[in-house]
């Protein structure tokens, strides 16, 4: 089955699933409170739709995993698809709050229409009701597979708080080389794949060493993903042309090809110790970066991370039909091109 | 054995596992995140002390009840007590957020040292790493024990972010009456001592009836313990002489006494309309609400509540000395002056 076909198949649960979690707020006196959640998940309000939603690249991955594993029905899995979901979309919306955004997935985020205090309690009840989905996998599995499960969705959830830690306190450094990319984005980004990987197999009832490489495999595929994200907030058609504005070098983002050249590109250190880059600098910049190797030093990353995602994924050996649309997603993520 | 004699046995076992729980986060690059999470806690930087930790009743109450319960070794709920005081504090640190508050038990709350960004950051950790805490419990006891246990913990967060909500929503309202309270007190500040409560009857082994009287046992000591803190911010001694500032009139409180007020003095309603109340204000308006009743009303609440509090912990037959110190404990939050 491609990854297409099963999306069509799953993607209808998965949303049936959130909703049903979320819809633990749906009660009298709440139902704001829970409008604020249903906006964010991209179900309700302007500009409502699939594009606001995002693609639940995690859930599905999951889900993956869990039939890839010993051929499980991917529908047991479906409380930790929705957890993860929930906890990716907890992480976002404190996220935006942190970073000040005011765009997520083309509508206002959650601060910039309900105010600061009302979007931090928003993420707090979508992590909450992402540990309360993780726990609903005891209606199928046995407990201990419950704690388990809780364990690796909590010790991914303390990594990306490790992560966003890093990130924040990079902010205003001027000392900063390629060693402080690594441990922010394992957290910020890795973690939760890492997570959901090792989760689907879990649950699909793989082995200690068998859930082990499904982990291995998420987490490089998040780093290779990362880098090639970077690559593209840099080199990507939005960031050189038109919307330069979209560029992580205004943005002022700690990502990989930036933090190469504050270590190796001298030229760029000192202009970046000078205060936030504006839009008019961006193409004379990104040529810099690109002459001075931060571009193929980037794409060779990626590549190395994904080559390891894919070798951990065949030694993991899934299996069946989910396992060769499990490979179709991790290069479908891997050679994206925006 | 006294509550003293308990707590001098008690609490440096609980400060204890707090910290191995917080250690999690005593890692390389992490230093300065750990420190801010101990920080708060109350262990270190200025005005570390028994003062700035607060009285750790959340996680007396588990333990009490854990041996209460069935005559269990207090111990085995370490790792629970030390979840409900994490997931407490993390409630706190959003919560200064949230409230714009500068102090936290006599010193800068964590978003005055470090940033609303960082502070966010710091409330997710704290949650997280209180998840982490329950799932401990299976060190000594069954899964399936654990897993109710994390259900119990995460309905009564979820309960937070909904008396969280309420409260928020009711700023600036001017409609506001008696039947705004319940729903908000109930989540902010019942539903996690209803837990510890009943987390600690489940690890004690109790049925589930016994635990629902625990449960109801805690859920309404927070609410007279709730009811009599609101008292205490008008007509307290701290609020009327010395520092009316302190006083719930000008902080804008959505207090038992002020809801009432709101709904049954006209002219209070009319004053708190017209916008914020000033301190050389407050002595007269608390005049006029103890005048009109709004003093009585929240006592004979209080009581009530307290009445309904022991008699469920009656009904649950708390046993052998635990059940005694537990009994006192109740009584010393119910009967506390300030």
Chains 1, 2 share one sequence.
Request: one cysteine or more; glycine letters at 10%.
């Amino acid at each position: 089955m491609s990854f297409k076909q099963f999306s069509a198949i799953a993607l209808p649960e998965i949303e049936k699933e959130l909703q049903a979690q979320i819809a633990r707020l749906n009660q009298p006196r709440l139902h704001p409170f829970h409008a604020m959640l249903t906006y964010h998940m991209g179900w309700t309000g302007e500009g409502a739709g699939p594009e606001a939603a995002g693609k639940r690249i995690r859930p599905l991955l999951v889900l993956l995993a869990v039939s890839a594993a010993r051929g499980a029905a991917w529908q047991i899995g479906l409380p930790a698809a929705a957890a993860v979901e929930l906890v990716h979309n907890f992480s976002l919306v404190h996220d935006d709050v942190q970073d000040n955004s005011d765009k997520r997935r083309g509508r206002p985020t959650a601060w910039k229409k309900w105010g600061v205090p009302m979007a931090i309690n928003v993420g707090d009840a979508l992590f909450v009701i992402g540990n309360q989905a993780i726990l609903d996998l005891g209606k199928t599995l046995p407990a201990s597979t419950v704690t388990q499960a809780a364990s690796i969705l909590s010790a991914a959830c303390l990594d990306l708080t490790r992560g966003q830690y890093l990130d924040m306190s990079y902010e205003g450094r001027t000392d900063l080389g390629l060693d402080e990319y690594w441990p922010m984005i394992g957290g910020k980004t890795s973690a939760l794949l890492a997570a959901c990987a090792e989760l689907g197999a879990l649950i699909g009832g793989a082995n200690a060493e068998e859930r082990e490489g499904y982990r291995l495999f998420g987490h490089h595929l998040g780093l290779a993903f990362q880098v090639q994200d970077d690559a593209l907030g840099i080199w990507g058609d939005e960031s050189v042309t038109g919307k330069s504005a979209a560029s992580d070098l205004v943005e002022g983002k700690n990502s990989l090809p930036i933090l190469f050249a504050l270590e190796k590109i001298p030229a760029f250190a000192k202009r970046w110790a000078q205060g936030s880059i504006q839009a008019d600098e961006v193409a004379e910049l990104a040529a810099l970066l690109e002459r001075e190797g931060a571009k193929t030093y980037a794409l060779e990353t990626a590549q190395r991370e994904t080559e390891k995602a894919l070798t951990f994924l065949e030694k993991a050996d899934p299996g069946g039909e989910a396992g060769e649309t499990l490979l179709e997603l991790a290069n479908m993520l891997l050679k994206r091109k925006q």
